[in-house]
């Protein structure tokens, strides 16, 4: 047993709350990233007692942490389930994705393209492309947690590990599980070997395994260890697995099987790890709110010390290489600003357009030690991939610019033709107010020469009479009086017949009304246009003014007349995408009143048909079409609490594809974002008062609750 090499190198309060999770970078190995119950991501320079950098954004406990491959970009998990990505030059966040429903407690990128991995306690397994900003893919299996993500160095496979004590290993090329690989207790940590297939895997079983990837077998496994191991590590060159477990750190071989060196580290748990090119281990631990790095000397383990007949490894010095760190130090292993170049400075340096000064700074910051034609044939090809990658920009920002050209073309088109309705509004409004004063003006010139009939037949003046009604409801001369008998009510101007309150039934008797009269020689063809035709030529006269009216009653009245038709024919779907085809928005609120009656009848394929239409009706100036909105909606909430709707979004996993229940899914997810776009109107109708407001925000409470329980 060796108990030399191993020391704590730096000890810092990460967070002002408990640390939750720790990530190296692994291409300088001196950059640290930290997520706490705070909120907050910290990124630290190993050596320095002050963050870099503080990222906000998350609302609830940052639960997993990883850096991209060039330490530009920093992914975080939350407790809630949601993934934040940071830019570190901009310090500032560039994505929040969605998808998870329960704490996001693992994650790892992609080694090439912008994509990552994300595992939660919802036992799913989530691959994420960063530019579209969405996820590509999900892969269910597992049947607890996945704590534990890694590539392949080629990118094709993806492993995880879970607490269901299983390690699987998907094929990301064709979208399936390739094999699964069982310890006996919760998996903590796994490692691809850098160049063959083997992977190695860690439990809380306390027994680290090396399995074969091309047999998908058990290749070799180690003794039981005192603790359970927190963090496993092939070598670079690959000659050895370094397992760390709460109180050491062990160097097994595979081939054949057997343990070569311990070497003594009271680190309590290593949360992440790396071995840079000065065959030094870093690790990261963390306790409370205490972070701390440790070193382990790799080379002074075996097989890697010279002893028993081999040679000391290499301490190769390259790019982002560090000098070794030594017991006692309390600076960086090398100043973090010169070793590892910032992301503005590799940006630059992967600019397709650069001057021989530039381009000399660039090889000599990068790897101050190599062969300057190596140096140079790598600016060469890194030119060379940021210009394909810059012309691949420029397109897709061409294509882009594109379609929000299309759509502003159509929003204009589409504007146009609302200025043309509201013109023709204002026309028909402008119309219905001059009928309105000309019905005026006519209405007063009669008062007025009602009046001078009166002053010059003053023996004509205004009587009381009782006279009997007509049976059409309108005025009767009477030839030989010369009076006027004023009608009982209006005529019924929609056709349905209702009982005449001026007759007595069964009696022969008619039952008379008392009027104003006024007679005079003036009003002599007035009384003669009344008397005639049954009061025809009157009841036009009446009804003129109202055309409009009763075209939009008329048309009303058929397109119930057709709705009802299909209602009646049990197609509760395709009657309300009839009523959501009118613009009248009374047809609609007639149809969802008749459904709030029977809201057993509303399916999902139905409920999708009129969701997007009720903010129109919530946008109505009607309180009463308002009212019938948001009880539907109430419907709705009830109709999908208790996670009904939840279940149709995130339908549990059967173990084969279900073409069925993925369709489902995709109607249940649009009816979440219908719903979620209602919340804009009502929160104005919540200020409202009378029997809106209160409903409103009842209805909007219970809507949260759903769309919450399908996050």
Sequence with gaps: MSSKGAFKFQEFEAHIAAVRCLAIGRKSCQVIATGGEDKKVNVWAVGKMQPLLRLTGHTTTVESV???????????????????????????????LLGHRSPCVSVEFHPFGDFFASGSLDTNLKIWDIRR?????????????????????????????SKDSTVKVWDLTAGKLLTELQHDGPVSCLDFHPSEFLLATGSDDRIARVWDMDRFSLLSQGTPDSTRISNCKFTPDGSGLLACSDNHVRVWHWEPAGLLDTCEAAWGGVADCVIN????????????????????NVSS????????????????????????????????????????????RQAAAQSPVRNPALAAAAVENASPDSPAISAARRAEEEAQAAAALAAQQLENERKALEQERKRIEELRLEAEKAADQAKKEREETEKLRLERERMQK??????????????????????RHEVPESRSGFP?????????????????????????????EGSATPAVKTIDLVSGHKLSSLLRCVSSDDGTEVRKAMLQPHETMWELLGTRLEALQAVGGRWAAGEVKESLHMACSYTDDAVLVDMLSLVGKKPGLLSLDAVSVFLPRLHDILRNTHEEYQLVGLQTLQSLAKQFSGGTLANLVHPPSSGFVDLAAEDRAKKALSVVHSMEKLEPALNSLKRKGGRVGPLARAVSASLATVIQSCA
């Design 66 to 96: 990883a850096f991209d491959v060039d330490e530009e970009v920093v992914v975080a998990g939350a407790e809630s389930g949601t993934v934040k990505l940071w830019d570190l030059e901009q310090a500032k966040a560039i994505r929040t």
């Design 133 to 161: 900003r969405s996820c590509i893919q999900t892969y269910k299996g597992h049947s607890d947690a996945v704590t534990a993500i890694r590539f392949s160095p080629d990118g094709k496979w993806v492993a995880t590990a």
């Design 277 to 296: 090119s000065s065959s030094q281990l870093v690790a990261g631990t963390f306790t409370h709110q205490i972070a701390s790095v440790w070193a382990v």
């Design 301 to 344: 383990l075996k097989p890697f010390s010279g002893e028993n007949g081999s040679r000391p490894a290499p301490n190769p010095v390259g790019a982002g290489a560090v000098s070794a760190i030594q017991p006692g130090n309390q600076s960086p292993l090398r100043n973090v600003q010169s070793s590892v170049r910032s992301p503005v």
């Design 442 to 463: 006519e209405r007063l010139a009669l008062e007025r020469r009602a009046e001078d009939s009166t002053r010059e037949h003053p023996k004509h003046s205004v009587q």
């Design 476 to 504: 009767v001369h009477d030839s030989d009086s010369g009076v006027v008998a004023a009608p009982a009510r209006p005529p019924s101007s929609v056709g349905v017949n209702k009982p005449r309150a001026a007759l007595v």
